[in-house]
Structure formats: structure tokens, C-alpha cells
């Protein structure tokens, strides 16, 4: 399965990305000539004895798997990629739509949010949208599988065109999601409870027992650790919390992935160690595993990691079964395969890739790291055991970590040391609390036991994250050197498995190469100097470069709101090897006035408040950008005798507005931000 495998996973993720830039026609064309031709060539070479030359059998199937996986990605290019707009008869004004709630719905701070299936009233059209409720009594109580009428204005996904910023349209796009919408409380009505199916009684069912830990009194971030990590249940965790979480690298304990899965696997199969003594008792054994595993699965919301463990587990519990022992390697790939089948575009997406490449590293790597020591007391050997696992894991995905998150958990050791434990503590603790529900004196006890015992992991990791150094972060690396990383990994590992020299000589080169790649990136930032102009809703954010160091020009609000800074701008600041930033705050001493830089000069323009030598008439010297921001504008004629090479709009200004701006500009070129994104002068 693992040699099958391959192929057809390389074949989806190229052609996924290869859509983007490739019309989809063409793409099809191609693909099913690919498939043909490895079709038609198999069928030739069938006629003739395989047996005399069988590596022409592995040659063609390798070309088929890879054509294969290709066209699934095809197939499901209608959502990811539509080729128009008018799949959902998107226009300028709202329209009515048929929407079925096709999520559990999220409480926001000022809306609620839904993934919907949605069809025109007359049912032209489907697809995945996100909708944004106006936050009320009623939009609270929406349920998965509530079918509802709605107006709105289905707008697509676009990107802010911040370089190095997260994709955000991507990440949607592969999760079948194109268009998004803003509904007022008087603009939708609830149809019908709708038929919520199997995965809305899952969903019920898990509303249930998270009420269950409230009666039990947890609350606050005890209770969304517990949702979390026992239900799969994240939406109310605290940013704040996850931060921390993520610093201590710890994030994995909070969704449901193998660890607790594996955790669930050994608390059934000790609890029906009693049908072991007959085989027909081990056949109904395996058949309860598999049965209460996938429901489990589908309690936590059945995301790739889950259903990947509750996959390998069956294998194993069948295997055992009929005394059998099953291969890791190909559980990993038969269960990965089923994914990819179900829903092509999972392979995309950083949870599925993480837990896969954490599996592999500890199937791999951990065993030869146990054995470099042994321990004759039990609680040394038990360390050993989860510090090896730790670190496997961590070689595994490191590379992946870097270039998702930019950051490296320094500490990761000693957080796993208290973590695992700690979560299957949990785990133990939540079934244990469900059971008791029977008793309420019961209940509060292990509630009691379950709150102290989550206010101590938060505590902990909270001290593991506030140490110094505990995360290095701000790193920046490419697909490229990513990939360049797990080849040296590899490399590495075919040493020190099969003490191939070849190994090492690839690896130093490779080594050098990449040595050479950083010292020549080094070196361009150390000699850069540009400003750039970032596209942030509402907002004027301008950064100055010089070698390693920038001036930020923004107001405070953006300045202190981290979460916009790190999605906006920071990821960018990385890129470039920003080593000091300095915050100018936006204020009337700005304003209005010429500033220089790189040869270039501007005016952030604020015609509410006095000159600050900004000059705009006539016979003045000329400007070669205008920044223009929609609080800073009112009906004053100024623009009309300013003289600049172009004018910059911020992203707050509608369509009406730029018109006007531009009548009044005279022809001068008008840059509105939020369609270019960011520019750099």
C-alpha cells in the first residue's frame, strides 16, 4: 500500500496547485490523456509475460496511480476551483438562497459563525459557504442540519495580498469553501429542523456530554480544555491559552489525534479483556473495538487525524483478531488512501501532513532511540520511553513546524514529560465522569478531580511557556528548504539504519547547498532598502526597511493587536530578516508632511488637520505617492490641485468612493489596495 500510495498522493497535491495557474480544461485534457496512455500501455504489456520483466509492471503502475490521483483532484475542480462567479449567481446586490447548516455552529464575539450548503431558492447551484450571523437570541440557537431561507451578498474568499501572509482563500478553497456572507437578524428565517443525520445525533450527543462537565462545575478554561481534549470540542478555547500551549509545544494534546484515540483503544480493549478466552468472543471483541472507536471518531468531529488512529487501530484489533500481525507502514497508507478517496483535498491540509509524518517518525526513529539505553527501574524506563517518542516526533515534523508556524518549542521535552501523562489522565478522568453522571455526589467528585487536575496542566504549561527562550521563533523557511531538510533527515537516517556512505556524501552536499542558499539570503537583506504598504483592513500600516532594521508607521491599535500584526505583517518582517523594529505611532506630527525614503517621497494625507509642510499646489515639487485613508477624507477640493505620480488607497474605501477619488485625481494613477494588496515603494 505504501508504494501505491505515493504516486497518487504526489499526483493530487501537484495537480492541486497546478489548477491555480493552469486552466481547467487543459488540465483535463491532459490528465486523461496521462491516464489513457498508462492504461493502454499496461493492456499492451499484459499480452506479454510479466514474469520475464516485472519491473515493467512497478514502471507503468507508478504513471497510473500518479494519473489517478490527478483526476480525483480534477474531479472535484468544480469547487475548488469554479470558473466563475455565477455558480451561486453572485452579483453586486443580495439574493435569496436555501442554506442548510452544515457545522456546528461558533459563537463569535460579535457574530455566529456556520459552514451552510446552499442552493438558489429555485435549487440551481450547491456548494460550501461561510456565513457570518448577526449575534442574537435566535442565530445562538442554530443546529447542525437546520434548513433556513436567507438573504445576503455571497462575496468570494480573496486573499489580502500581503506577501508571505497566511492563505487564507486557500485554506478555504481545500476545505470546499469559496464564498462567504454577512446576515442581518432580519434577513433569515428558519425553515425547518431540517434531518440532522448521524452526524448531527453525534453532534447532539456531544452538546450533551459537554453539559456534563458543567454540571459537574468545571467552567472557564478548565471546561473548553476538557471540550477539547476528551470531545474534540475547540471553539471555546481561549486565544491566550492556545498560545501558551503552543509555546510549550504542547498544541497536539488539545486536538484529538492518535495519542488519545490510542489512549481510548487501550481503555476498551482492557475493559473487554474478558472475551480474549474464546474466538468467537475475540470476533465480537473486535467487532465492539472498531464499532465504539469510529464512534468516537465521529464525537470528536471526525477530522483526518481521528480517523486516521481509529483506521490503524481496527487494523491492529483485526489483525489481532485472527492472529495476524499488521504492518504500520501500510495501515498508515491503507488509511491514508481512504482518506484521500473520501475527501481529495484533505492531503492539504497542515493536521493531516503533521499527524502522518509524526507517526512515521516514531515508528522509524523511536525504536533505534530506545535502544541506546536501558533502565532497570520502571519509572526511568517509562520517561525514556515518552522522551524518545517525543523526540521523534519532533525530528519528524520540525521541518513542517518552521514552515507553518515560524516557531521551534525549545522546551518540548519537558512539556510532553508532564502533557501525555496529564492527558490521559484526563481522558481516564472525562469517560470516568461521564459514567458517574448516574450519581450526582459521584459526579462532583470527579469533576472536582478533573478540574484540578486540567488547572494544573494549564499552570504548567503556562510556566513552561513564560520561560526564556522556550520558543524560538521567527524563523523563516521555504517549501524548498523545508523539503531540503527531510532529505538530510533521511539521509541521516539511511546511515545510521544501513551505514550507506553514499548517505554521507549526499548529505554534506546537500548541507553546502543549503549553507550557500542562507548565506546568499543573508546577505540581499543586509543591503535592502524599500518601504512597503500593507493591505490591512481600516487600517495605515507602513514599514521603512534598512538592511535589518524597520520603522513601522501605524496607530496603536494595530501596533498592540498582536493577532493582526502576526497575520498581516509579521510573517513578511521574518521573510526579510527583520532583526529591530521600531514603532512610530501614526500622529498629527506625520501627517501632512513629505517624507523620504529610498528616493521615493510621500504623504500620509489627513485633510482634517493643519499642514505640517506637506506641499500640494501647483507650482510645489512633486509627489510620488499620496497615501489616502477613508477617515482622513471630506469633500475638500485639495486633491484636485495635488500634484504626485499616484495616489494610494487604504482597504475602507466602497466603490462609490474611489470613483469620486479618481474624478477629482484628474487622471492621476489610483492605487486601491484592497484589489492590488500590498505594494512596496
Not at 480474549?276 to 468531529?301: C, E, H, M, P, Q
Not at 518549542?409 to 481522558?427: C, D, K, Q
Not at 526579510?576 to 512610530?584: N, Q, S
Not at 477624507?633 to 504626485?644: D, K, P, T, Y
Request: hydrophobic share 50%.
Amino acid at each position: 500500500m505504501l508504494r501505491l500510495v505515493v504516486p497518487f498522493v504526489i499526483g493530487v497535491i501537484s495537480w492541486a496547485f497546478l489548477l491555480e495557474e493552469v486552466e481547467v480544461a487543459f488540465v483535463e485534457f491532459v490528465v486523461y490523456g496521462l491516464v489513457a496512455c498508462s492504461v493502454i500501455c499496461l493492456a499492451a504489456l499484459s499480452l506479454v509475460n510479466f514474469g520475464r520483466r516485472p519491473f515493467m509492471f512497478g514502471l507503468l503502475l507508478v504513471p497510473l496511480l500518479y494519473a489517478l490521483g490527478a483526476l480525483l483532484t480534477v474531479s472535484v475542480s468544480n469547487y475548488i476551483y469554479p470558473e466563475s462567479l455565477n455558480q451561486f449567481r453572485t452579483s453586486k446586490f443580495s439574493q435569496s438562497y436555501i442554506a442548510v447548516v452544515a457545522d456546528q455552529p461558533q459563537v463569535k464575539e460579535k457574530s455566529v459563525k456556520i459552514v451552510a450548503d446552499v442552493a438558489t431558492t429555485d435549487w440551481q447551484g450547491n456548494g460550501k459557504v461561510l456565513l457570518y450571523f448577526e449575534k442574537d437570541s435566535a442565530s445562538k440557537k442554530l443546529k447542525y442540519g437546520q434548513e433556513i431561507l436567507i438573504r445576503t451578498k455571497l462575496q468570494k474568499v480573496e486573499g489580502m495580498g500581503n506577501p508571505n501572509e497566511f492563505n487564507y482563500s486557500r485554506y478555504l478553497r481545500f476545505h470546499g469553501i469559496i464564498f462567504r456572507g454577512y446576515v442581518k437578524s432580519t434577513n433569515w428565517q428558519s425553515v425547518s429542523s431540517g434531518k440532522p443525520g448521524i452526524t448531527g445525533w453525534f453532534l447532539s450527543l456531544r452538546s450533551n456530554l459537554i453539559s456534563k462537565f458543567e454540571q459537574a462545575g468545571l467552567e472557564g478554561n478548565e471546561l473548553s480544555v476538557a471540550s477539547a481534549l476528551v470531545l474534540g470540542y475547540r471553539t471555546e478555547l481561549d486565544k491566550e491559552l492556545m498560545s501558551a500551549y503552543a509555546g510549550a509545544g504542547a498544541t497536539h494534546v488539545l486536538a484529538v489525534s492518535g495519542l488519545h484515540v490510542g489512549i481510548v483503544y487501550v481503555i476498551l480493549s482492557t475493559l473487554l479483556k474478558f472475551m480474549d478466552k474464546r474466538k468467537s468472543l475475540r470476533i465480537l471483541k473486535t467487532v465492539i473495538l472498531v464499532f465504539l472507536l469510529f464512534g468516537y471518531a465521529g464525537l470528536t468531529g471526525l477530522s483526518a487525524s481521528v480517523f486516521r488512529a481509529a483506521t490503524m487501530f481496527s487494523f491492529v484489533a483485526v489483525g489481532k483478531a485472527i492472529d495476524r500481525n499488521t504492518n504500520i507502514f501500510n495501515t498508515l497508507a491503507a488509511s491514508a488512501f481512504c482518506l484521500i478517496l473520501y475527501e481529495p483535498m484533505i492531503v492539504m491540509q497542515v493536521g493531516f501532513q503533521l499527524s502522518y509524518l509524526a507517526v512515521i517518525g516514531i515508528v522509524v526513529i523511536q525504536p533505534r532511540l530506545f535502544q541506546l539505553k536501558a533502565f532497570n527501574n520502571r519509572l526511568a524506563d517509562w520517561i525514556w520511553s515518552i522522551t524518545c517518542v517525543s523526540i521523534a516526533a519532533q525530528i519528524a515534523t520540525f521541518p513542517l513546524g518552521l514552515l507553518y508556524f515560524h516557531q521551534f518549542p525549545n522546551l518540548f521535552l519537558i512539556s510532553n514529560l508532564l502533557v501525555i501523562p496529564a492527558a490521559a489522565m484526563i481522558l481516564y478522568l472525562g469517560f470516568s465522569l461521564f459514567i458517574a453522571t448516574i450519581w450526582k455526589p459521584t459526579l462532583l467528585f470527579f469533576g472536582f478531580l478533573l478540574n484540578t487536575v486540567i488547572a494544573t496542566l494549564n499552570q504548567v504549561v503556562l510556566w513552561i511557556e513564560q520561560i526564556p527562550y522556550s520558543v524560538l521563533s521567527g524563523i523563516d523557511i521555504s517549501t524548498l528548504e523545508a523539503l531540503m531538510i527531510y532529505a538530510l533527515i533521511i539521509l541521516v537516517l539511511v546511515f545510521i539504519i544501513y551505514q550507506q556512505r553514499f548517505a554521507v556524501y549526499v548529505g554534506l552536499a546537500l548541507s553546502i547547498v543549503f549553507m550557500i542558499l542562507q548565506i546568499a539570503e543573508v546577505g540581499n537583506q543586509k543591503n535592502q532598502e524599500f518601504a512597503v504598504v500593507y493591505n490591512v483592513k481600516g487600517e495605515t500600516a507602513i514599514a521603512l526597511v534598512n538592511g535589518a532594521n524597520l520603522k513601522f508607521i501605524a496607530s496603536k491599535k494595530l501596533w498592540n493587536n498582536e493577532q493582526a500584526m502576526l497575520f498581516h505583517v509579521r510573517h513578511h518582517w521574518w521573510n526579510r530578516g527583520i532583526e529591530t523594529e521600531t514603532f512610530v505611532e501614526l500622529n498629527d506630527s506625520l501627517v501632512n508632511r513629505r517624507l523620504e525614503w529610498n528616493g521615493n517621497s510621500f504623504v500620509i494625507l489627513d485633510l482634517k488637520k493643519p499642514g505640517n509642510g506637506v506641499v500640494v499646489s501647483g507650482g510645489s515639487k512633486k509627489l510620488d505617492y499620496v497615501f489616502l485613508d477613508k477617515s482622513n477624507w471630506n469633500s475638500s477640493n485639495i486633491l484636485e490641485e495635488l500634484r504626485s505620480d499616484s495616489v494610494i488607497l487604504a482597504n475602507s474605501f466602497g466603490p462609490k468612493m474611489i470613483k469620486r477619488i479618481q474624478g477629482v485625481t484628474h487622471g492621476i494613477p489610483t492605487i486601491v489596495l484592497a484589489e492590488t494588496g500590498m505594494i512596496e515603494l
